[in-house]
Structures are given as C-alpha cells and as structure tokens.
C-alpha cells in the first residue's frame, strides 16, 4: 500500500509541475504572440480555468505527501518527504498570497475594463511563477529522491 501512495504522489506531483512548466514556459509564450488583444483575453481564460482547477491539485499533492509522511515514518527517505511536504505547504502560502490575487483580477478582466497597467500585473504574476515553479520543482526531486 506504501508503494502505491509513494507512486501516486510521486507522479501527482510531477505532473503539477508540467502543467505549471508549461505554463510559463509555453502557454504565456504562446497567449503573447497572439495579435491584437487575443493574448489578453486568453490569460484571462486561462486564469478562469487553471484558477479552478489547480486549487484542488495544489491542496491534493500537500495532503498526499503528508499521508506518505505518517504512513512512512519509520522507511528511510521520510525527511525527504516532510520537507517535499513543507515545500508543497510554501507553494500553497505563496498562491494564496502573490499569485491568486493576481489571478483573481486578471480573470475578469477584458479589452474594454483591464487596468493600465494589466500588462505589469502579469509580468510580477509570471515572476512569481518561476519563484513557486522552483519551489515545487524542488519538492518534485526530493520525492523522487526518497524513492530510493
């Protein structure tokens, strides 16, 4: 059953961080290249939609590491677990602070009602994308690595 749960949030996790890869690294590409306000209206979509969904992802990943944690106390890797475990925590403070505040604007927004300065939001939202990306990055290895 252990294995089971290790796999499972192995590749949950994994997974959380390919569709966050991608989206700062080929979906924004992508939304920015499109003509007019196209791009515009696409980061809202996808702010509508990722905004829903990721949520339950983010919150799915801490508790399955934590029940990886508890159930695997006494297995060798258990440290690398709790502090995978710690960094999915962070990256949850992290969207719950920076980025969904952001999102929650950006979501709304259309050619005829986006502020001004939309464009800087976006960018300060993307920086602290690669900021919470690195950090579930890191707590992807660290599972990977109590695996072992």
């Not at 960094?87 to 952001?102: A, E, G, R, T």
């Amino acid at each position: 059953m252990l294995s089971t749960l290790e796999v499972v949030t192995t590749v949950t996790v994994g997974l959380m961080v390919g569709v966050e890869f991608s989206v700062i690294f080929v979906m924004n590409r992508i939304l920015n290249a499109l003509p007019g306000d196209s791009g515009q209206l696409g980061h809202a979509h996808g702010g509508r939609m990722l905004g829903a969904l990721m949520p339950f992802w983010y919150m799915g990943s801490v508790a399955l590491s934590a029940i990886w944690a508890v159930a695997g106390w006494h297995h060798q890797g258990t440290g690398l677990v709790v502090t995978a475990a710690g960094l999915l925590v962070l990256s949850v403070i992290m969207s719950i602070l920076l980025l969904v505040p952001i999102n929650n604007r950006n979501k709304t927004w259309t050619p005829e009602n986006r502020p001004a300065d939309w464009q800087e939001q976006l960018e300060r939202w993307n920086r602290y994308h690669y900021l919470r990306l690195a950090v579930i990055l890191a707590a992807f290895t660290l599972l990977v690595a109590a695996l072992v």
